[in-house]
């Protein structure tokens, strides 16, 4: 990050004020959405495999629901046979991460992994470009890829068993609720002197408590 003493465009404001994060990270999305040039709602996504070892990508958050308050997550989509899908299933634990480089602003999470119901994930899907629909059945995610030529024929043989109408959603395509366990919020301030607070619980169910952390 710059260590310029340029007072950030995003400055105005104290948010380390908020009592909640999910408010906090709603008003921050939203002026992501207005200044992003690109993908505000894109996100590193973290995971851990097998052996232990990290792994991260970027995936595109798709909302911030769920059942009830105390559970309300950051949800996405995906092969569910991918490697990140796999490695949800199997620690049900992951972290995520936004930068927005033009509000000089990032917003970290860590929490617990659950799945979306089947009609959530119906109803995402059908909201989907066909192309995308059709990628999803045709495309073996983080599996091995001969050439760009079969990939291609596959997309070629499923979209002659959908000619038209509707395409189901495919068995292995859904998607994950991350529901936080810690929220931080970081703000870039001059000098390197940033401003960062965190919202902390023991688990869903438990109130927020908020700490102010040094940068």
């Known amino acids: 990050m710059s260590e310029t003493n340029k007072e ?3 400055a105005a404001g104290d948010f ?8 906090l990270f709603a008003q921050w999305l939203g002026e992501a959405e207005g200044r992003e040039p690109n993908d505000p709602n894109a996100m590193a ?3 851990v495999d097998p052996e232990g070892l990290p792994n991260v990508r970027m995936v595109l958050l798709k909302g911030v629901d769920g059942a009830d308050a105390t559970h309300r997550g950051f949800v996405f989509y995906t092969n569910l046979e991918s490697a990140k899908g796999r490695e949800l299933a199997a620690t049900s634990k992951a972290a995520l991460c936004f930068h927005w480089k033009s509000l000089r602003r990032q917003v970290r999470v860590r929490g617990l992994v659950s799945a979306v119901s089947g009609a959530e994930a119906d109803a995402y899907y059908a909201t989907r470009a066909r192309g995308s629909r059709l990628g999803a059945w045709a495309s ?3 599996r091995p890829l001969e050439s760009r030529f079969a990939l291609e024929k596959a997309v070629a ?4 068993r959908y000619p038209i109408g509707e395409i189901p959603r495919p068995p292995h395509w859904s998607g994950f ?3 936080p366990l810690e929220i931080e919020f970081w ?3 001059p000098f390197r002197l940033h401003d960062r607070l965190v919202f902390r619980r ?4 438990k109130p927020w408590e908020k700490q102010r952390l040094y940068p």
């Open 202 to 205: 023991a688990d869903p169910g």
């Open 140 to 142: 073996a995610q983080s």
């Open 8 to 10: 950030s465009p995003a």
């Open 187 to 189: 703000h870039d301030r």
């Open 157 to 160: 043989a499923t979209t002659a």
């Open 45 to 47: 996504l973290a995971t």
């Open 16 to 23: 380390t004020a908020a009592d909640e994060p999910f408010a």
């Open 177 to 179: 609720r991350i529901v």
